[in-house]
């Protein structure tokens, strides 16, 4: 007799540094469903899927594959048996092609040569039946974030898994990706394969989901049928309490003009073309487009990260030059970058460095050595006042969740005391209660007098936290409006001003 469940995970426990990340968690899969699995940052989602991977090691509990006990002693160990898992941080040979990455240990061979015709014409007939339209010959340090993704989803596709974790996998996606992702699981759920699909979006979980497990603190909250559960009730099984404003009450005020952007041009492609636009003190300033729009290549032009063609930055009227981040720090800026594994963290140094580190130069003494008591206490009030979820200071970044490594670099940010603060994609991956904490520390940031340009691809996000949104179209500027004024449907329209055809082309 077939049994009932794909997967079964059984009273699963794991501990780092003596503190308790899962508690007899279970968990089980159907054949042919998307199971997803939910939890504010920290919950233990990763922690148990990367046990079931074979990344960690549990402290106890079982799991079974189609009713057969399994521990899966590396990544490998699991993919030859049938589990893939795509990681919400990309973990890919950016130097090498497509092909390369997803044929990576196990190429074809003929002849004791690897079969390179072979990995070609496999990977151009995964591509067709998935609907991905890339050169598999393409470097992946060529392709964009959402490419990239769309890569390593093709990739744990063609191990033929019977289940495949997705954790974050849309976070980087535009709407007609995350429909193509859709149609893939579909299609994949129609072979009988289960997914296990880790997502904050709670849009996504009512679209794709069958049934939904919650995790709080590493517990196992419950699992239901998405059928009879609604927003609400999900926040409440997440949070342990009602979230009855999705968004904070706007108490900033913008002030008077304190950043000017004039004629701003980008030498390298992807460009941006002469942008124009004022920031004020004490405004958040939203920034909206389509992937590939130069939302990100603007602020790493204000920044000092990307080379200018043009233009000037006035700061009170005074012109500035950020030509490098090192600069732009002194000039009283912050960067928060869109992928933190890449560019934001330190990941084999511990939350020490990560959190101090943009503004080393404060905690040296007269004879230029490092103080570590000011480290220390500098540290342990940001891991207070950003509610980080770490055993201790000295735990290393990469051990944290997603969401609170985002939320150690933010506190770095706020460490160099900045008066402009760049954030790009500030809540990726973060769950909805700590959404909610971040939108707070923005809007009381502004509300202090900093200046806030913030980046995101979620819609009701700009329209709920900023006060003004910039709405970018294949690297020009196309519009400014008033968040409490526009609709969606307008910054859409704004937002393919710059195409030709629906798709982007080059100027």
Same mark, same amino acid.
């Given at each position: 007799?077939?049994?009932?469940?794909?997967?079964?995970?059984?009273?699963?426990?794991?501990?780092?540094?003596?503190?308790?990340?899962?508690?007899?968690?279970?968990?089980?899969?159907?054949?042919?469903?998307?199971?997803?699995?939910?939890?504010?940052?920290?919950?233990?989602?990763?922690?148990?899927?990367?046990?079931?991977?074979?990344?960690?090691? @549990?402290?106890?509990?079982?799991?079974?594959?189609?009713? $057969?006990?399994?521990?899966?002693?590396?990544?490998?160990?699991?993919?030859?048996?049938?589990?893939?898992m795509v990681h919400q941080e990309l973990n890919q040979v950016t130097k090498r092609t497509i092909i390369d990455?997803?044929?990576?240990?196990?190429?074809?061979? %003929?002849?004791?040569?690897?079969?390179?015709?072979?990995?070609?014409?496999?990977?151009? &007939?995964?591509?067709? !039946?998935?609907?991905?339209?890339?050169?598999?010959?393409? $470097?992946?340090?060529?392709?964009?974030?959402?490419?990239? @993704?769309?890569?390593?989803?093709?990739?744990?596709?063609?191990?033929?898994?019977?289940?495949?974790?997705l954790d974050e996998p849309t976070s980087s996606l535009t709407e007609n990706e995350v429909n193509l992702l859709?149609?893939?699981?579909?299609?994949?759920?129609?072979?009988?394969?289960?997914?296990?699909?880790?997502?904050?979006?709670?849009?996504?979980?009512?679209?794709?989901?069958?049934?939904?497990?919650?995790?709080? &603190?590493?517990?196992?909250?419950?699992?239901?049928?998405?059928?009879?559960?609604?927003?609400? $009730?999900?926040?409440?099984?997440?949070?342990?309490?009602?979230?009855?404003? !999705?968004?904070?009450?706007?108490?900033? #005020?913008?002030?008077?003009?304190?950043?000017?952007?004039?004629?701003?041009?980008?030498?390298?492609?992807?460009?941006?073309?002469?942008?124009?636009?004022?920031?004020?003190?004490?405004?958040?300033?939203?920034?909206?487009?389509?992937?590939?729009?130069?939302?990100?290549?603007?602020?790493?032009?204000?920044?000092?990260?990307?080379?200018?063609?043009?233009?000037? #930055?006035?700061? &009170?009227?005074?012109?500035?030059?950020?030509?490098?981040?090192?600069?732009?720090?002194?000039?009283?800026?912050?960067?928060?970058?869109?992928?933190?594994?890449?560019?934001?963290?330190?990941?084999?140094?511990?939350?020490?460095?990560?959190?101090?580190?943009?503004?080393?130069?404060?905690?040296?003494?007269?004879?230029?050595?490092?103080?570590?008591? %000011?480290?220390?206490?500098?540290?342990?009030?940001?891991?207070?006042?950003?509610?980080?979820?770490?055993?201790? !200071?000295?735990?290393?970044?990469?051990?944290?969740?997603?969401?609170?490594?985002?939320?150690?670099?933010?506190?770095?940010?706020?460490?160099?005391?900045?008066?402009?603060?760049?954030?790009?994609?500030?809540?990726?991956?973060? &769950?909805?209660?700590?959404?909610?904490?971040?939108?707070?520390?923005?809007?009381?940031?502004?509300?202090?007098?900093?200046?806030?340009?913030?980046?995101?691809?979620?819609?009701?996000?700009?329209?709920?936290?900023?006060?003004?949104?910039?709405?970018?179209?294949?690297?020009?500027?196309?519009?400014?409006?008033?968040?409490? %004024?526009?609709? @969606?449907?307008?910054?859409?329209?704004?937002?393919?001003?710059?195409?030709?055809?629906?798709?982007?082309?080059?100027?």
């Open positions: 007799m077939q049994n009932e469940f794909m997967l079964q995970i059984k009273d699963v426990c794991k501990s780092f540094s003596g503190v308790q990340v899962l508690n007899d968690v279970s968990l089980n899969v159907r054949p042919g469903t998307v199971h997803t699995l939910m939890g504010e940052n920290g919950a233990g989602k990763s922690t148990l899927m990367k046990c079931l991977f074979g990344i960690y090691l @549990q402290d106890s509990g079982e799991f079974f594959l189609e009713g $057969r006990p399994y521990n899966f002693t590396d990544p490998k160990h699991a993919l030859e048996n049938g589990v893939s990455n997803i044929w990576l240990g196990r190429y074809p061979k %003929k002849r004791g040569f690897v079969d390179e015709k072979k990995m070609h014409v496999d990977t151009i &007939d995964l591509f067709s !039946r998935l609907n991905i339209h890339l050169d598999p010959k393409t $470097r992946l340090d060529k392709l964009s974030v959402s490419q990239r @993704q769309m890569v390593e989803i093709a990739k744990a596709v063609s191990y033929n898994a019977k289940i495949i974790v859709f149609d893939i699981i579909r299609v994949l759920k129609t072979n009988g394969v289960g997914i296990v699909y880790i997502s904050h979006k709670m849009d996504e979980i009512f679209a794709i989901s069958d049934e939904v497990t919650v995790l709080r &603190d590493g517990t196992y909250i419950g699992t239901e049928s998405i059928k009879t559960l609604t927003m609400e $009730r999900i926040i409440n099984m997440m949070v342990g309490r009602d979230l009855e404003e !999705r968004f904070p009450p706007k108490e900033n #005020i913008p002030g008077d003009v304190h950043m000017s952007v004039r004629n701003l041009s980008t030498r390298y492609a992807p460009k941006v073309y002469d942008v124009n636009f004022d920031l004020r003190k004490g405004e958040i300033l939203g920034v909206a487009g389509l992937v590939g729009a130069g939302r990100t290549e603007m602020l790493e032009a204000l920044f000092g990260n990307r080379t200018k063609l043009s233009g000037e #930055i006035m700061i &009170d009227g005074t012109v500035i030059a950020n030509t490098s981040p090192q600069k732009a720090i002194q000039n009283r800026f912050a960067l928060l970058t869109e992928e933190r594994r890449e560019t934001g963290i330190y990941p084999v140094a511990d939350i020490t460095f990560n959190s101090t580190i943009a503004n080393i130069s404060a905690y040296r003494n007269k004879s230029g050595f490092l103080v570590d008591r %000011k480290m220390r206490t500098d540290t342990d009030l940001q891991i207070k006042n950003m509610r980080i979820k770490t055993p201790h !200071r000295r735990e290393k970044i990469r051990a944290l969740s997603g969401g609170n490594q985002q939320k150690v670099i933010i506190g770095r940010w706020l460490l160099t005391n900045p008066d402009i603060l760049l954030l790009d994609e500030p809540t990726r991956g973060i &769950d909805v209660g700590a959404k909610f904490e971040i939108y707070q520390l923005i809007i009381n940031l502004a509300k202090s007098g900093k200046s806030v340009i913030m980046v995101s691809s979620e819609m009701p996000e700009l329209l709920g936290v900023t006060n003004r949104i910039l709405v970018m179209s294949n690297g020009h500027l196309s519009g400014i409006v008033e968040s409490e %004024k526009t609709t @969606q449907a307008e910054i859409f329209t704004l937002a393919t001003k710059y195409l030709k055809n629906n798709k982007e082309v080059e100027v």
